[in-house]
């Protein structure tokens, strides 16, 4: 995780720290172009990697939606695990189409801009979780980070 600070860091970030061990790195800009930044960062961290990483920006702000969101609610189905899917740009039709007809007892999606919630149930009579081919499905790089995770990250960076 070093790397990826140290990487920040010589972008000219400031205030730059990594949170768990999957590539969370907080930290702080005057830019305002995202775009701009995530592809400043990709190629930052190429260069300091020697290989390809697609960057996913969110704002705290836009964490915090998240957050607070219904979407995350557990209630909703129930013994569920929410994850959301970050994805680069909002899903197009042909793509949305394809990942809800991915909807099972054991899994449920919903889309919202650059977000997917998936709900992920075990599979009754195991301790086994549902696992979705999401590669065949979203043509575009995405990361993915549990409810939890982005509940931790909103509250450890107020």
Known sequence: MSVLRQTFESLGFFGVTTFLGSGNVVFETRA????????TIESG?????GYSVPVFIRTHAELEEIVASEHLDKRLILNANVNVILLAHNLDQKNRAKLMALATETDRFRVNGREVYWW???KPGTTLFSTVPLTNVLSDPFTIRSANTIRRLVAKWP
Request: proline letters at 0%; glycine letters at 0%; hydrophobic letters at 30%.
């Open 32 to 39: 305002k172009d995202v775009r701009r930044l995530e592809k």
């Open 45 to 49: 961290l190429k260069q300091a990697l």
């Open 120 to 122: 992920r149930r075990k």
